[in-house]
């Protein structure tokens, strides 16, 4: 069995076209929802997801009405090969896991994705190493002055209480406890 996905962003749009276009192409069920591509949990994909079994096919009209990043593009393919199932792209005739061909082409895109997060994880690790090298301290301010740490350590050396220390500069007990430590 064929299963349509239509989706449209706006209340103001309608799926009356894709839904030709895909009974057209053999849909016998048709899922339709208005949601912004963006939101990941939409209930009428999840239905469709939930519905197909085994050598059944999800088909839509073009790839940006299933998903809107290659992530969730792929995560979303990944969920309909986990129930054995095919997936189908009117608009992306390359994007059609029913053939070898299309299993090629998203396995090549699946491990471009995957380059692109090796990529975007080792540029957003070397920014933080460049900052400590140029001497930038990392990491939340700190909530007492040197000054004031002194004060802190002189009058836990006076006998008071770290509750009352703590309660004079308004931090937490914790803060005064891991200074006099």
Known sequence: MIYGYARVSTDGQTVGAQVEALTAAGAAKVFRETASGAQTDRAQLRRV???LDVS???MVTGLDRLARSTRDLLNTLAAIAERKAGFRSLGDTWADTTTAHGRLMLTVLGGLAEFERELIRARTSEGPARAVARGVKLGRKPKLTPHQIK?????????EAVREIARSYNVHNSTISRIVA
């Open 151 to 159: 004060e802190v350590l002189r009058r836990k050396e006076n006998g």
């Open 49 to 51: 997801l939930a519905v």
């Open 56 to 58: 059944e096919v999800l």
